[in-house]
Each structure stands twice: as C-alpha cells, then as structure tokens.
C-alpha cells in the first residue's frame, strides 16, 4: 500500500497550489500510523505533537518561501540510529534507550530545510546489526505484507514504514545491505548511494568504511528527489565528498536503447531460489525488448565477499562501539565495586547478544596474533572485490542481481543459526565493500511476498540506477 498515488513532487506541487495543506497529509499519515503501527512496531517513536505543530507552521508560510523547499509539508521517518536533536535516539539497544541528542544529523537539517516533517523513529536491528530486524531490543518489526514474516534488516522499521503506507519515505542505513535487503522484502524502493556521497554526521556508526544513509520510498523518482536533497556538501564529515547529486527529470526518460546491463554468473549461481530468479529474468526480459543488451560478466572473487565482509565490519564495530563504556553517555550499571565493573557490567547488560558477538570477532581479528591472517587479508580481498566491479563496468553500464536468496522468510527461522543470517547478505555486502551505489526495486512477487531486483553501477553513477530502476518500475505497471 502506498501513502501517496502521486511522486512526492506532484504532491508538492499540489500543497504549494493550495489544493491540499501539509497539516492534513500529515495528520494522515500519524492517522495511519496509530492504527498500524501496534501490528508491525515499525516505529519506536512518534512525535506527533511536534510533527503536527511544524506542519502547521509550514502551512503558515508565505508562498514563495514554500516553493523554495523540494519537500515541503511531507511526512518523513528516521531510522533510529540517525540523531535527531531532543528526540531520543536508541539504535534499539539499551545502551542507549534513555540517549537524547543534542544535535540533529546533518540529513535530518537537509530534510528540514527541504521543508519535510518527520514524523517518528524507526525500529532496527540493535545498532543495526542483523537482516531481520528481529535483534531489536524494543520487540520484532513485522513485515507489512505478510506479518508472519519478517520486514528485512537492519532498516526494517523504515521499509515496513513505507511498505504499509504509513509514510511516503523514510531514511535508512546501509553498511551491507540495510537499505536494499528490507525494501527488497517490503515491495519498495531503496537506494544505497556512493560511499560518500551523503554524509554521515549523526549517524551512529556501525562500520564507518562501509556505511551509508539513502532513502527508501514506494517510487523510484522520490529515491532519486531524496538523494538530491541528502547529498549535500557537508565538512562535518571529513568522508563526504563534494559531489551533490542533481535529480536531472531526463533520467526518467524510460530511454534504455543501448543500456548495458552485465549478467554476472556468480550472482545467478547455486543457493538462489527460483521464486527470485524468475521475477529478475522476467523483468530482464522487458527491458531487453525496450532495447537494452545484457552482456555476461564475471566477478570472481564475490565468493570471498561474506568472509570479507564480516571480518572488516566486525573489526570496525569493535573500534566503534568502546565508546559504550557507562561514562560519556548512554547506560551505565552501577551495581559493581569498582571501575573495571563498572565497565564490563555495562556492557554486558547494555549491549545484545549479536551486537557482543560481533565486538568479539572484530577484537579477535584485530588482535596481534591474527591481524595479518584476518584483518589485513580481508583488507586485500576487498581490493581484489572492487577491482572485479571495475573489469565488469568495462564492458556494462549496470549491473544486475537478486537482493536476496529468497523472499522474505519467517520470523524466528533464522535466529539460532547467525552463519545462516550472515549468509543472506551475500548479493549485497560486496557493493558496500567497493563503495559503489545499488538500488533495490520491486520487480515481482513470489507466494505473495514481494522479490526485489538490485542494480549496481559504478562510483557516482546513480543517474544510471534510477534510469534502469524507473524502467523497470514502468514496465512492471505496464505489463
Ligand atoms: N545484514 C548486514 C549485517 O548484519 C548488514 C547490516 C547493515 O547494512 N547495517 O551486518
């Protein structure tokens, strides 16, 4: 179910005219989240009070200020790990349940200055570790589809959000997947941008060499208006790069003649459901009699890409997350005696069980012994992983792949087994390793549940995603 029948610019376009106010598409919006939301806890929080007062204010402004602001009057949703200033930002751990920011992450200021309300917080996977959504600490999202299933992860709040017509858009994290595996499983669209291309200001880091914050919306041309008003030059960030994204409208000229778009064998291999398979050849299908060529690629070391991925990410989250020691901020345990108590009581109760499982992998590779046989060997692979997507995008402008083995699976299928878990991230993770874009659209349905199609491009070239994602989007209404 989708918020809006219209992309979100038509729907500004029609505030700014006065034939709808932001009050009553936000209104809305809280509407539909306070009788679904108990079903699927897709937010931790909502500020309806607050969101209802900006509305308001927005409505109140003189029309040329309004026209200024690509997003004016519409509702957003924020993944919990992404500060907002005096609303509290838990990352779904108890860690942090009682951290209230004192600032607002740079893309939470562009959203605003763009003109959208956020309406509320997103559920998560704690620190947005996990493909389910189900290591929250504050309960499971369901999936808005089907919720005997889970929504993906780790931004299944914010896919489920969109999903279920509670928002028009909503931000999400991607460090290997976070962003395109729950759209995927949601039937939206998700964008994880270049690695930085938006900046990470705010967002609390997981792995910071591979996260990303992009949008998830129900319409490839919103992703595409999101990305413009996210990516931002911000010196905040030391890794953002000057590179603000222009939503140029020929991008969705649904002109494919001569588009290239690699086939790589690897992606199509053993361990892929058919229900996936099917739906992505299908859609190939389309687009090559709307005249593009699929040229077969090959990537060779993506069978080293999970084993990479969990030794960097891992080894990365460890670094990042001894910042949780009960001083600065955040929960403290104050039952030991002593400082050193104090400390491990912290974290052991603070922290969950696959959150402390990842500090002590990314500590054990790190560690004097085995840095050279882990830390530093995945570091190389990674290099061999990106140098594969550079031969591929020799010879095409896309490339394109499931998101997941399969569609979105039940809840409580895959928690006893984490390899099991680690495994379904296998078509994403490698993206995130060599820092380019992909894009998760829905391209069909299998038993009822949605299939999702990823486009990868190479460094910068998300034009070329959106144009092959809005393609598709279109063929797929047209069929
Ligand atoms: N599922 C992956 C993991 O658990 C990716 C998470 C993410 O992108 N934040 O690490």
Request: hydrophobic share 35%; glycine share 10%; aromatic share 8%.
């Amino acid at each position: 179910m989708r918020f809006l029948s219209d992309t979100i610019s038509e729907t500004v376009r029609n505030i700014h005219s006065g034939e709808i106010t932001s009050t009553s598409i936000v209104k809305r919006s809280l509407d539909t989240i306070a009788r679904g939301n108990e079903n699927l806890n897709a937010f931790l929080s909502v500020q309806s009070d607050h969101a209802l007062k900006r509305a308001s204010e927005l409505d109140g402004l003189p029309a040329d200020q309004k026209k200024s602001m690509p997003l004016f009057g519409i509702p957003v949703a924020i993944k919990d790990n992404i500060c907002t200033k005096g609303v509290p930002t838990t990352c779904a751990s108890h860690m942090l349940s009682n951290f209230v920011p004192p600032y607002d992450a740079s893309v939470v200021e562009f959203l605003l200055n763009a003109g959208a309300v956020p309406v509320g917080k997103t559920n998560l996977d704690e620190f947005a570790m996990g493909s389910s959504t189900e290591n929250s600490r504050f309960g499971i999202t369901r999936n808005p589809v089907d919720p005997s299933k889970i929504p993906g992860g780790s931004s299944g709040g914010s896919a489920a959000a969109v999903g279920a017509g509670f928002v028009p858009a909503a931000l999400g994290s991607d460090t290997g997947g976070s962003i395109r595996q729950p759209a995927s499983h949601c039937g939206v669209v998700g964008l994880k941008p270049t690695y930085g291309r938006v900046s990470r200001y705010g967002l609390v880091a997981f792995a910071s060499s591979l996260d990303q914050i992009g949008p998830i919306t129900s319409d490839v041309r919103d992703a595409g208006l999101l990305l413009e008003v996210l990516s931002q030059v911000d010196s905040r960030d030391s890794t953002c790069a000057r590179k603000p994204f222009s939503n140029n409208q020929d991008i969705y000229s649904l002109d494919t003649r001569g588009l290239r778009i690699g086939l790589p064998a690897e992606y199509f291999g053993e361990g892929l459901s058919d229900d996936v398979r099917l739906p992505i050849m299908n859609l190939l299908d389309m687009l090559k009699e709307r005249g593009a060529q699929a040229v077969p690629v090959s990537l060779p070391n993506l069978r080293f890409a999970i084993a990479t991925y969990y030794i960097i990410c891992t080894a990365e989250a460890s670094s990042n997350l001894a910042r949780y020691d009960g001083v600065k901020y955040g929960f403290r345990d104050t039952r030991g005696k002593t400082l050193t108590d104090m400390y491990s009581l912290t974290r052991q109760n603070g922290l969950g069980d696959e959150v402390k499982r990842r500090i002590m992998l990314g500590t054990y590779v790190l560690s004097s012994g085995y840095y050279d046989a882990y830390y530093l060997k995945a570091a190389k692979v990674r290099t061999l992983i990106a140098q594969d997507f550079n031969a591929a995008f020799e010879k095409c402008d896309v490339i394109i792949s499931p998101v997941s083995t399969t569609p979105a699976f039940s809840i409580g299928e895959k928690t006893e087994d984490p390899l099991q878990m680690y495994l379904t991230d296998i078509y994403t993770v490698s993206a995130n390793l060599a820092g380019i874009p992909g894009i998760s659209v829905p391209c069909g349905t299998a038993g009822g549940l949605p299939v999702g199609v990823q486009f990868i491009s190479s460094h910068w070239r998300e034009d070329l995603l959106l144009k092959v994602g809005y393609a598709s989007q279109v063929a797929l209404e047209n069929r």
